[in-house]
């Protein structure tokens, strides 16, 4: 039976959920802020989490980057009220694979669960380090480092994904619905233009302070690194 940690300030929602997703025939766990949430995952294993953002002690986003920092596999839904594209980005950018906007619909909410834990099952651990570069560009699959022209090059867990994907896929162009699907996934509702945000911040990283530009877009189709 797959375990989940419902992390949420507010008992009653916090029951609410506890009881819907043991009726859907899941083992819950509960933490009251993000103090709580991160001392828990450290002495527990879990499926699944599901982070309130608005806590006391420790909010959800900083709860979240902690967790993630632990164990990266860790996969965390964010429950937030917020549903501003930019929350919704420093969330992902915190580590979160995905994210619900409180009211939320229970179906949606379990749809999403079941999606991140599949997730989770389909993930197999490297035997070796995995390598892959474009020119002066490498990137370590298994160490998730990134390098050009020797320079060591930070990024987020959604950046390195879409960078991935696109170095994975160089010399073909990627229509934003493509891109989307693969990295956010299927089950994803947001808008389009995270895409767009996301490839700056890639240039910015990947691109601006050398002279060759890797990452290019075709108006009117997508990007394509070549």
Known sequence: MEKILIVEDEKKIARIVELQLKYAGYETDLAQDGAEAIDKCLKNSYDLILMDI???KVDGLTACKEIKRHDPNNKIIMLTAKDDIQDVITGLDNGADDYVTKPFIFDE???RIRANIRKTASIVAPSS????HF??????T???EVSREND???LSKTEFDLLKH????KGIVLTREQILNKVWGYDYYGSLNIVDVYIKYLRDKIDRNYERKIIQTVRGRGYVVK
């Open 54 to 56: 608005m806590m006391p």
């Open 109 to 111: 909410l379990l749809a």
């Open 129 to 132: 380090e995995e390598m892959l």
């Open 135 to 140: 020119e002066d560009l490498f990137i370590n």
């Open 142 to 144: 298994s160490t998730y």
């Open 152 to 154: 060591q090059i930070d």
């Open 166 to 169: 696109l170095v994975i896929n």
